[in-house]
């Protein structure tokens, strides 16, 4: 594992753990509970009683924030399963068959990555729960709409991979010692294409969170008082005085984005480096 991934997988691990241990700190009363309103204390800025101050309603911005983690990465998490769950087999199944296969695929990659990814997560979102609803729920819905719209980036580097592969020496020695479909895609066509889709995997996460928080902030995710990033952005324009509404969560976002585009660029790294001819 290169320095640029390890650096990402930290960060990632970082996050989340302070997002799994959030309920707990919260329960045995080391952070405050981040629906606990108190007027009085309203945009405090950050001190010692509240690290990063609190917002309009008195809550406590940290609290808000390791629990807001949550959404993002388990949408995150969702998007990307579900992109690999789509893309992958699509891609082998294009590029081991090849002919109508492949053409109908293809297209379908295509249509899909043509489509406008916000318009239609919106309308995934009204066809099953209305655009209305919250907690887990949301989250799941959110997380496979987002998947659905970035399999097609995936399954394309599955496909050209796979379809590279079986041209080689080894792919055609496979089948000469009688090797099965199913044992020359899983093990001989398969393994080659995986980083170059692992790599578009790590980049997609990044761009789900982004997405979630962009939903959030329009009011179409997580719906309050769940805390969430995005939305804790939008209730930031209502007390612009108070820059740390607006910091807190901004910074939270980009560092996770961070994170997987590092894992993404160290991926993409150790299989440059591993295809490389060496001297």
Do not use: C, K
């Amino acid at each position: 594992m290169n320095r640029t991934a390890a650096a990402g997988l930290v960060v990632l691990a970082a996050l989340s753990a302070m997002a799994l241990l959030a309920p707990a700190l919260t329960e045995v009363g080391w952070i405050a509970s981040p629906l606990d309103q108190d007027l009085q204390g309203r945009l405090q800025p950050p001190g010692f009683a509240h690290w990063l101050g609190t917002d309009s309603y008195g809550r406590d911005v940290f609290s808000r924030l390791l629990h807001g983690a949550q959404s993002s990465l388990l949408v995150a998490l969702l998007a990307t399963l579900v992109a690999i769950g789509i893309g992958v087999p699509a891609g082998a199944l294009a590029g081991f068959r090849g002919g109508l296969w492949d053409l109908t695929l293809t297209r379908l990659m295509e249509a899909t990555a043509a489509l406008p990814s916000l318009p239609l997560i919106l309308l995934i979102v009204s066809m099953t729960i209305g655009g209305t609803g919250g907690g887990f729920s949301m989250l799941i819905v959110l997380g496979s709409a987002i998947g659905v719209t970035r399999w097609a980036s995936i399954a394309r580097y599955v496909r050209g991979g796979v379809f590279r592969a079986r041209t080689e020496e080894y792919a055609a020695a496979a089948v000469a010692i009688g090797s099965s479909r199913a044992r020359l895609l899983a093990r001989h066509l398969l393994p080659g294409a995986v980083a170059p889709a692992l790599v578009s995997a790590a980049f997609s996460a990044g761009s789900a969170v982004l997405m979630e928080s962009a939903l959030s902030f329009l009011g179409l995710g997580t719906q309050p008082p769940t805390p969430s990033w995005g939305r804790m952005v939008a209730e930031s324009a209502h007390a612009r005085e108070a820059w740390w509404l607006l910091l807190a969560p901004g910074a939270a976002i980009g560092v996770l984005v961070m994170g997987f585009n590092l894992v993404a660029e160290g991926i993409r790294l150790r299989a440059a480096r591993v295809s490389s001819p060496r001297g």
